[in-house]
């Protein structure tokens, strides 16, 4: 009776292995020998285009079901979608390296049915050499005094081989003075400066070298600056952070003066009922600090006030220190 019970169990196995093999063992199997292609460098505006291969190592097919690149910049098609067990097929891959430069990776993703494989990886990656080389990329000058005359030099080169020609280097901002001070075969040399009437604070501007026989007809050249009078609050801009309880908060200010001749303040005025403030010299004409309080009583919004100050100097009668709080939530 054993026996027979045991034949049974085997014979049983046997015909499970035998019957249902391929649905336990069958899976397709995702395989690119060559994942990254290395495109070298070009020059800005070339387009690259490479075919991966793809096989199917499994023994069931192989279905790309989707492919995602990593920017708009690059396109990808398969050649087919479904690829049969140890058959292959291609996926292209397209980049225009129009408006890039330096080194650039880019990547396509493969989404498929491979259970240990479902989303494979294949990169492009090289240097994209520009038509025209700027250097520096960008000017920042940092914090200036007002009128005060300083320059950064340029210089523009074109691409050795390349047919392009470089033409005018010009701002349209009435703020930036730009000064053309050699000019060769291929280079460009120049100088940019603040003009002596741009007015105080933050200076976003640029310098624009137009091209001719490139893949664009113009370079930007960012420029950067902080133009600060001869008066200069520290900290510029005054924050309270939570603003609660019944005691009044209080905080200082310096007004220095870098100019040479002594200012003095002669008026403070807040356009908030819950701001005061009060100065006092430290170095007279020079050197002042400005308490100013705030009665958190009289606070019923999100506080968001300005303090006028008031000065001697004709060039800055009128210094603005913007002040900030939160008020704290109420309680129930």
Known sequence: MKLAERCTKSL????FIGIFPAAVF???????????????????????????????????DL???????????????ASNDKIAPNAEGKISVDFDSSGFSGEKVKTVTVYN?????????????GTVEPDVMVEPKNIVFGDL????????????????????????????????????????AGAVRFSVAISPTAPMGELRDRVVVFTQGSASSSVNLPVFASLKGDLRLSPPTLSFGIIE???KLRKTVKL????????????????????????????DGRIFVIDIEIDPKQVKNDLRATLNIETSKSAEQQLTLNIYGVLAPAVN
């Open 256 to 283: 220095e003066n870098f100019g040479t001749e002594n200012v003095q303040i002669t008026k403070l005025d807040s356009d908030n009922g819950a701001v005061h403030a009060t100065f006092k010299p430290i170095k």
């Open 245 to 247: 309880g019944q005691e």
């Open 26 to 60: 069958s899976q397709s199997k995702i395989s690119v020998p060559n994942p990254v292609y290395d495109f070298g460098t070009i020059s800005q505006g070339t387009k690259v285009h490479h075919e991966f291969v793809v096989k199917n190592l499994g023994n069931s």
């Open 113 to 125: 049915n491979d259970q240990d494989n479902p989303s494979l990886i294949l990169t492009l990656q």
């Open 145 to 184: 005094p007002k009128g005060m005359e300083t320059a950064r030099e340029v210089t523009v080169t074109a691409r050795s081989g390349s047919s392009v020609k470089i033409g005018e280097v010009k701002s349209f901002s009435k703020n930036l003075v730009v000064k053309e001070l050699s000019r060769q």
């Open 12 to 15: 049983i196995a046997l015909l």
């Open 63 to 77: 279905d790309i079901q989707r492919l995602v690149t990593s920017c708009g910049c690059t396109a990808s098609s």
